[in-house]
């Protein structure tokens, strides 16, 4: 049997070639069984967790002044403007972050690598892009 997968069909299921003029519907001879299945995605979620776990423990800020953080950023770099457009007032500086830091006395030179490791290198990315991982729900308490 020869197996082919149709790639002009959203689905992209595998059809086994009967003759050359019929084509039916026949599962992907790879595909892996409910419990091979189940035993990635327990694996995947391991990682994740394992991962996660690593994130927390190197995590320079208190969770806390991470969410203030969001909001002040929020506030100071994402405005609206007189006609109701939104618009972003970044630099590409870390101007906004490193002040907001400073008065309440947590800033240190390594936040510099710590917020690039997650691709923070301005106010906006830190926004965008801290907090796309840490997001509110991870900084709950």
Request: net charge positive; glycine share 4%.
């Amino acid at each position: 049997m020869i197996w082919l997968r149709d790639l002009n069909r959203s689905d992209k299921r595998w059809y086994a070639l009967k003759d050359v003029t019929t084509l039916r519907f026949s599962p992907n001879p790879d595909m892996l069984s409910k419990e091979k299945k189940k035993r990635r995605r327990e694996i995947v979620k391991s990682i994740r967790a394992h991962e996660h776990a690593q994130a927390e423990a190197g995590r320079s800020l208190d969770k806390r002044v991470l969410r203030e953080l969001l909001a002040h950023l929020e506030r100071s770099v994402f405005v609206r403007l007189e006609n109701g457009q939104p618009a972003v007032l970044c630099d590409h500086t870390l101007k906004h972050t490193k002040k907001f830091l400073q008065d309440l006395g947590v800033w240190q030179d390594e936040l510099v690598e710590w917020l690039g490791e997650y691709g923070g290198y301005c106010d906006c990315e830190v926004a965008y892009n801290v907090f796309e991982y840490w997001t509110p729900e991870r900084l709950a308490e």
